[in-house]
């Protein structure tokens, strides 16, 4: 017997603009995510992340394929498939001239949902919010905001809830009370999580799950440890004072492939460990300015896959701040 499955998609693409001129931010991606798990939609910005999570949303169509979330058919079953679904945005939802309870009432309101009170009660107190909750969500900080949008996205008791970037312009201290509160929340509620991030500490950390994209396209899916064990291969980076000859370096053992750029240079090795002894053997000491050695983490995957590293550049620090921003500028 199979597992459940919370989603999954078959040859899902999604083009915006024409044919000729247009974007396609998702080429046939093939999903599928276990019930109560944490599935993490790792990759750069620019992706199709945030897309993907419109189209199983059902906020943004479908050019081909199919989707089932829920158990429901993404573009025949919509009204089914938003009744058990939540989304927490990567854009503040908040509305900080109400306070967290108003914030709940105006969802209950939008949810068109009845007797939603002893459930939001619970929840508060599951957030350990309740003490804050006539409070003005302007006076909260970021990390109470955001238990508040999660504690929204569950007042209607989903299965299946999507966050998109959840920590991004978080401080580490609050973003790893996050990867807890996310924890939680699944074992808690039941809710099979499936959130987007560009961090890969995040991604490793948190999920049970990851698949990684990149423009469009799902390149590699699997565990954590899956996905590492897919990089049979360690990097050595050595920075030299000046120049080596490349030939001496290139006649070490155990070499899977040697890139320099200028002094540095960058060995992929089976094994660092019987790597590093040779190396120092054969490179004049006073010419070692620096060596480093990566092993095979989530990044190296998508270094091995893409050729390129993913990076960790932000679009927005503070997503907040450019709201008040924005909100100062409407006047
Ligand atoms: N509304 C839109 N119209 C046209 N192109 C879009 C739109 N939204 C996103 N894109 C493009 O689709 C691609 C994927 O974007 P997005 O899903 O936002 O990526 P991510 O969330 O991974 O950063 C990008 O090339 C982006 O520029
Ligand atoms: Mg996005």
Redesign the pocket.
Known sequence: MTAPVAIETHNLS?R??SLTK?????DRVDLSVPSGSVFG?M????????????VLTGV?DMTSGEARVAGFDVRRQSMEVRSRIGWVA?EVILDDDFSGWENLWLQAKLQGLRDWESRARTILAYFSLEDRRDEKVSHYSTGMRKKLEIALALLHQPSVIFM??PTIGLDVGTRRMLWDIVRGVRQEYGVTVLL?T?YIEEADALCDRIAI?E??RIIAEGTPSELKAKVRADLVVLETTEELDRGALTALPGIQELTSQGAEWTFRVASSEQFLPQLLASVPPQRIRRISVEKPSLETVFLDLTGRRMGQEE?MRDVRKFYAQVRRARG
Do not use: F, Q, R
Request: charged letters at 15%; hydrophobic letters at 35%.
């Open positions: 999604k915006y603009g247009g974007v396609l931010a998702l939609l990759g750069p910005n620019g992706a199709g992340k945030t897309t993907l999570i419109k943004s990567a998109d970037e987007t560009h994209i423009l469009g679009p």
